[in-house]
């Protein structure tokens, strides 16, 4: 079963993306030999246009949530509303937008260090932003949705994937998810939530009907003979490696454990930057300090003032010590509205 208004804002969003990518793609088009001065009028238009079509994809995404827990005829009270600005003009990982959008320039000036004429050159930096204008707007209407279901209580939420799909997203299909696990995505993946309290019932496409019918790409000879043969169908999946795309680093690495990673997991790394910045913002750190060795060889202690982009919801989802823990948080970055922080995180539970 899938929830009309679930089936809705899919074709929704793709009309926005295409729409948006239409008009990126006639900006890209302006593009001259000197690229980086050719950037300087061109981007800002296209990061303006990507935040657009952002904003109505997370209005879109927030509106689904209760739409939906109504049609399965179990609504239930958010304790604060979704905040639509939020989510526009900040890349996935909490950057903004803009400098995500200038690796079209960096992909451009790489291919021609390998020899690419600046024409081949102009049309490998327009497919990468392709990808990622695509990538970043339906992020927002994804992440708006993830808000939307945090901030109601008891609520979690069922994959739903478009087929035909990928192997790696058919597996998670119409698996039931808790409100605070990551939405684990590729680059151009159109999967989406379904709003859901656990033991609703089948939502969306369950995996093994998937792969019998044909509908997932990526799976080997090898391993749909052995589905055929009786074979649990993400067993088999998850026995082959893959490549994952890692939105902190842009870039596909190779993995034995799954759609998740280690990357960024030492103390210099963007996780470790993620936790420190959560904790400040409870209470737990004031300050940082370092040390320094003096000319005269005496060690100084001074404050480190630390900046960067705000926790992402996955971020906060995945840091976050309890529920209440993440509706305070995601209030308190903005991705949340109504009443005071406290009060909003007060009626979390």
């Not at 950057?95 to 959008?101: A, V």
């Not at 990673?261 to 103390?267: D, L, M, P, Q």
């Not at 959560?278 to 480190?304: P, S």
């Not at 630390?306 to 995945?318: E, F, L, Q």
Request: charged fraction near 25%; include cysteine.
């Amino acid at each position: 079963m899938l929830p009309q208004a679930t089936a809705d804002l899919y074709v929704d969003q793709q009309r926005r993306i295409v729409s948006a990518l239409l008009l990126t793609r006639r900006e890209w088009s302006k593009m001259g030999t000197d690229f980086d001065a050719s950037w300087a009028t061109v981007g800002p238009r296209v990061t303006l246009l990507t935040a657009s079509a952002q904003l109505g994809a997370a209005r879109a995404g927030a509106l689904m949530v209760p739409a939906v827990l109504d049609e399965l005829g179990q609504s239930v009270d958010p304790v604060g509303e979704v905040r639509p600005e939020g989510f526009a003009g900040v890349a996935s990982d909490g950057r903004p937008l803009d400098t995500l959008l200038d690796g079209a320039v960096v992909r451009s000036k790489e291919s021609v260090k390998q020899g690419a004429s600046p024409a081949d050159a102009l049309l490998k930096g327009g497919q990468w932003l392709d990808m990622a204008v695509h990538t970043m707007i339906a992020d927002a209407g994804r992440e708006a949705a993830g808000v939307a279901i945090a901030a109601r209580p008891q609520v979690g939420w069922v994959r739903m994937v478009n087929p035909p799909c990928c192997s790696r997203c058919a597996i998670l299909s119409g698996k039931w998810f808790k409100w605070n696990q990551g939405f684990i995505r590729h680059p151009r993946c159109d999967c989406y939530h379904i709003p859901a309290p656990e033991h609703t019932g089948e939502l969306g496409w369950a995996p093994d009907d998937l792969i019998k019918e044909g509908k997932v790409t990526g799976v080997t000879k090898a391993g749909q003979q052995a589905i055929e043969d009786g074979a649990d169908a993400i067993a088999v999946i998850n026995a082959t490696g893959r490549h994952v795309f890692d939105p902190t680093t842009g870039k596909y690495r190779r993995t034995q454990s799954g759609m998740f990673t280690t990357e960024g997991t030492t103390r210099r790394g963007y996780a470790s930057y993620i936790k420190r910045e959560l904790a400040k913002q409870r209470g737990e750190i004031a300050k940082e300090t370092a040390t320094k060795v003096g000319q005269r060889g005496y060690i100084k202690q001074y404050k480190v003032r630390r900046t960067g982009p705000r926790p992402t919801p996955a971020a906060i989802y995945k840091y976050a010590t309890s529920r209440e823990d993440a509706i305070q948080l995601l209030a308190a970055n903005g991705y949340i509205v109504g009443g005071s922080i406290r009060d909003v995180a007060a009626r979390a539970l």
